[in-house]
Structures are given as C-alpha cells and as structure tokens.
C-alpha cells in the first residue's frame, strides 16, 4: 500500500494495496498507556435482524479474528455482515482504548481514509451524468496549474492513471505532518506539494494511487457545484441514503464525534512514509504491548480531505457501498460506465484486483474499496454475486508485521471463511511507492 498515501486494500482473488491518509484531532499523538495485547476487553458478537441463530460463519469467525487480532497487535474491531443467505451477523472485539477494558460499538464513528475517494468519484459522476462534465476533459480546463494537464483527462485522476506525484509521499510534507498535527490543510497547499515533483510516468501508460489525482476532482467538483466539498458530499451523496453519521469534515474541525475509539499507529508520518511495518528487531516488542502505539485520534484529517478525510459509522458504510456498486447513486447508464471501466491494477494479470471511477475489484463481483489513516482503518465490500455485504473497521493503521492496512488483514480471514480460502491467496501485502495496493485513503 503506499505509505504516505495511508491505505491499502486487499482480499479474496488479490492483493492491492492503495494510499491512504493519515491524521487525527486537536491534540497531536502521543504514546498509548499499555502495550495492544493482554487489555483488551472480551469478544461480542450478535446475530442482526432479530434473529436468536448465531450464523455458522460467525462462529468460525468469533475464534478466528482474535487470533489474527493479536498476531497483527490490533487493539479493536468492529464487523458488520449482511448476507441474505448465510445470515446476517454483527461482532466487537478489543478495546477501543489500550489500557483499558473498553469494548468496541457498532455506533462509533471512524475516520474511513480513501473509502472516501469512492465519494469524490461518484459525485465527479453525477456531474457527468449531468451534463456538466466529461471524463476525457483535460484537467487544465478546471486547473491551467497542473503540469502537463493538458493531456491528463478526468477520467486517468479517477482512476489512479494521470502518473502524478501524490504529495503524500514529500518528506517536507510528513515532517509538518508530525510538527504541526492540528495544520488545516487547503487543496492549493497540498497540490503544490505534488507539483514541485515530476510525474512519475506519462499519463495513461499504468496505474499508480496517487492522493494528487483526488484532491483534484475535489477542486473540480466546488468549481462546477458552487459549493465545498463537503457540501456536495452531503447534498448529493448522505442526504439521499440517509446516511446521518456520515460526513466530510471542513479543514479546521479535528473533532472526531461521540462515541469513538481511540486510534492508534505504530510510527510517525515520517517514519511511516515508506512503510508501515515496524522494523524487524523491533516487532517482538510491538506484538508483546511493550512497544506502544503512538495515539492519533486528534489528529487534523484536512490533508486528506477529498482523498480520504470523511467519518462514517459501520452501519453507515453498509448503505453506502451497496449504492455504490448497485447504482444507487447513478442512472443505469453512467454506472455501467463506472463498472466497465475497471481495469487490472498490473498489466498482464486480468484476474488480479482491478480499479476503475473509484471503486476496485477485489475477486469476481467483490466491490467496494477500503481506507487507512494514522490512527484507524477500515475496509467495505459488497458481493454483487451473493448479495453480502462486509464492513469492518479497526483502531490500529496498520499492522506492524507486514505495514498492511489492519482492516484489509482482518477481511482476508472473513472473505476466506465466507467462500472459502481458495479465493484468498497469500500474495505481497501493500508495496510501499506513491500510493498503494489498494484503493483506499
């Protein structure tokens, strides 16, 4: 995954991983209380739908997730299942503080990373669908600033195609990140960032998760709205599917909403630019809770912001994916243009992840996408073959073992208990570059 881009995505059928974000609150991090493993409290699940009947799965799955859990030093998780065939299920497991016994909740909000660029996408869409845009305009149209974006359409941004520097990635940009954690970002001090670097390749040759590219559309989608971002997101996207625990924070509010977990990470920004993984000599003491996660709750989410700063709740998030790949956003017409246009992240393995307008292919009819910042992430599915969907969201970025983002670990077991391991192979987590494997923020 890329690791100044803070997200990776991964499950059944491959491995992608894709940038993130990172950030928190008002306060900036600071070191957790108690080391991630031996405090945390007990394992809850519960069947959804007023059903008594613990699904078969669940079962497996209430033994399997606290195994990975400590393997990966994950202090808390939240999952959301719902599947018309197997049985819908719910499960907490952890704590949401390290130190103490408090259990996870399906109602806390989490900071949700690049799952939010599937919103910067679906609202560039919309403008599509209306009239107002097309997918082979040149950014310079909406942006003259942007190198060589004359010949980089809307459609490569979307897509993770434009070869862009993602600022992310800048050292300068990191280290600020660290010393001034309460920073509100603007977009023309991020994409300046981005600009003062080369393009990585010409536009259109491959696919490479750039934060740059959503930051972007971001621009585009207040030019052609006439309002922020934020707005557009609401008016367009949480107001039609009554989602009332989602939103885009504005630049200046670090304040994540009551009820919440605390969120943590293993490393600085800096320290994290290149992967997330603890240094080997180092990962005994991460796993055992005496090397402790630095706490990024508070943290300012603004240098994310279209790319990947949005809160949501699980349940939440349930609505949203499935509107995503279903077509609940968009007339039949313009989501087919989003479902074909994904593409195989490496050229020459057609059955590998794909990305397209915002949205990846996990395996087969697997959609959906996921998201990573310094303090939490999250991963949302929806089977278009079988009607399930899946949410999970953790406390911890990423785990120290590998740098992968801890949702993504978490989904690999949930996919392979749910349609068998075969579907799931071991492949390369996230590849630390300018991006990530997977699609998320």
Known sequence: MMKNSRVAVVVAGALIAVSGCSSGGPAGPTAGTAGNTGNTAPATGTPSGGSAQVPAYAMTLQQQLPE????????????LIKSP??????????????????????????????????????VILQLVQEGKLKLDDPISKFRPDVPNGKNITIAQLSEMRSGLYSYTFDPGF????????QKAWTPDELLSIAFKHPANFPPGQKYDYSNTNIVLLGTVIEELTGMSASEAFRKRIFEPLGLKNTELPVNTDSVLPMPHAQGYQFGTNAETTDSYAVPAADLPAALDGTLKPLNYTDANPSWAWTAGGAIS????????????????????KTQKLRMDSIQPTVAGQPNGVGYGLGIAEFAPGILGHDGQLPGYSSFMVYNNDTDDTIIVGTN??????????AAVVLAKSIIAT???AADVPGGNPATPQSGSPTPSG
Request: net charge negative; charged share 20%.
């Open 418 to 420: 749910l349609y068998g």
């Open 313 to 332: 709740t699980p349940e939440d998030l349930a609505v949203y994916v499935k509107a995503l790949v279903t077509g609940g956003l968009l007339d039949a």
């Open 174 to 181: 990191n280290a600020t990140l660290d010393k001034e954690p």
């Open 85 to 122: 065939t197997r049985g819908d299920w719910s499960g907490t497991f952890g704590t949401a503080e390290i130190g103490k016994e408090t259990p996870m909740s399906l109602s806390d909000f989490l900071r949700i990373g690049s799952n939010t660029k599937t919103m910067t996408s679906t």
């Open 396 to 405: 911890l970025a990423a785990s120290p073992v590998d740098g992968q983002n």
């Open 68 to 79: 990975v859990m400590k393997a990966n030093a994950i202090p808390g998780v939240v999952v």
